[in-house]
Every structure is written in C-alpha cells, then in structure tokens.
C-alpha cells in the first residue's frame, strides 16, 4: 500500500498526569474519582480552603452516630484523619445523635467574645432517619439559638426511603419543616459536594441550620466530578431587607415577638437564595 498521496502523519502523544488516591481530598482544580460519601468527606476540607482566601480562619467539626446510608461515613472519616487535621477539622462521634446534635449548638459561641483561637468553626452533624427523630428538641433548640457568621451548621440527613436496611422507611424533610429548617437535596456526587458548600454559607447568612438530605442512591454511588476553588460560586443576598441583628447566634434566644419576626426575617433569605 503506497502513502505517497495520503501524507506524513505525526503521532499523537498524550501526556498522562500522575494520579493519587489522596487526589479526592487534596487535588483543588480538575477531575476527581470519588463515592458520595468520599464527596462529604472532601466538603469539610473545601470548606476551610474557601474560608482561607477569603482571609478566615476557620476550623471544622465533625459530628453524629453512623447508620445507613452514612454508615461508612465514620469510618471514611477516619481513613482521612491526616487530611481533615491538615484543615483544621476534627471528627469527633457522637455518644447519641442529640448529644451530637447539642455539641453543633456549642460549636456556633466560638469567636463570639473575640477570644478564640479561630473565627469560626463549621459544624456537620450526621444521622439516619431514627436517629432524627429522637434529637428533634435539640435540632429545634439548635436552631433556634442560630448559626455564628463564620461558622455554620450542616445535618447530613440519612434517609432509607425503601427501609433497604432500617426497620422503618424514613423521609425526614417532614421533621425538618417542624424545625424550620431548610433542606437541600442533591442528584448526585457532584451536587453532594456543591449544595453542601451552599449548605454552609446558607446557614451562615440566614443563621439557621441547613439540612442536606443523603439516600443509597446518591451517597452510595461514584462518579467523576470537578472541583475547583472559584466552584461553585456563591453570591449572597444583598438587597434583604432586615432587622438588624436578627439574625445569628443569641444567647439567650429572644422569645415571642422579637424571635419570630427574625425568624421571618431568616425565612425571607431562604427562599430568595
């Protein structure tokens, strides 16, 4: 076969970049290979990356009693143990899940007195639907008591909905929605890690706690998603109308008049992010 009319071809070579299983936590900017849970575990460390060029110095705290879907959570948790600590970010399980829950609460007073150590410390608290329902009073009280402007406070809601492996079905917005507490719900890993951050800085700015509904078919699946620090972005409200000082962490609460009208107030900036 003659070549003389088709032309010279020059190969094509691929540079292959060097790969790591530590890329799922450490890598800032491209593709990662990563479980949904694996995605969580990841969000607490974009987390502290993001406080820190925006000149924060933040920490995390991680929180909760293991049950499906999360039931690798804690212990996805603790394979990345030198990560999380590189980010200033502690996993501490919960005796029980309102113990946990009331330990979030506690984390929201830091650099309240402008004393601490740290701006701020965001908490993730992680549950199964049973364990949701028995810390409904401290998810209230929580809540109640409101978020610190550089912390934040995240549920990581566990839902069996089929009772795949519960002894009851659970879909926990209900409980949620008696709490006052919004709710996101991803699609998928990408989502998991992208509504998580907005999860954050949701709560964060209206002072309430945000929930991030995780079931079998999201948590436990893999996929390769992006990552990068400029992504996803987030832009704040900044035509509210509001009280000031209505929202954020109060100590004690404001009861009857005054708590409700922030509570509209942080109602308001829910439903415009």
Known sequence: MSFAHQGHRTP????????SLDDK???ER????????????????????????????????????????????????????????????????????????T??????????????????????????????????DAIKHGNLFGTARHGGVLLLLGDDHICESSTTAHQSEYAMVDACVP???PSGVQEILE????????S?????????????DTVESTASIMVDPSFPAIALPDDLQLEPGSLGYHVPP???????????SAASTRRRW
């Not at 394979?79 to 980010?87: K, Y």
């Open 12 to 19: 094509v070579v691929t540079q292959l970049r060097n790969v």
């Open 25 to 27: 936590y450490l890598l």
């Open 30 to 101: 491209g593709p990662v290979f990563v479980t949904g849970i694996q995605a969580l575990v990841r969000l607490p460390m974009e987390q502290r990356r993001r406080d820190v060029a925006a000149g924060l110095n933040t920490a995390g705290f991680i929180t909760g009693y293991r049950g499906s879907p999360l039931g690798a959570y804690d212990q996805q948790l603790e394979r990345a143990e030198r990560p999380l600590a590189e980010h200033h970010v502690v996993h501490q399980p919960g005796v029980n899940e309102d113990l946990a829950a």
């Open 103 to 136: 330990a979030c609460q506690g984390t929201q007073t830091v650099g309240q007195d402008g004393r601490a150590k740290y701006d701020g410390v965001f908490a993730i608290w992680y549950a199964k639907g049973p364990g949701v329902d028995r810390s409904g």
């Open 183 to 185: 709710v996101l719900n």
């Open 195 to 202: 509504l998580g951050l907005h999860g954050i800085a949701l």
């Open 204 to 216: 964060r700015y209206s002072g309430a706690w945000v929930a991030l509904k995780c079931i079998h």
């Open 254 to 264: 404001e009861r009857h008049g005054r708590r409700w009208r922030w509570r509209r």
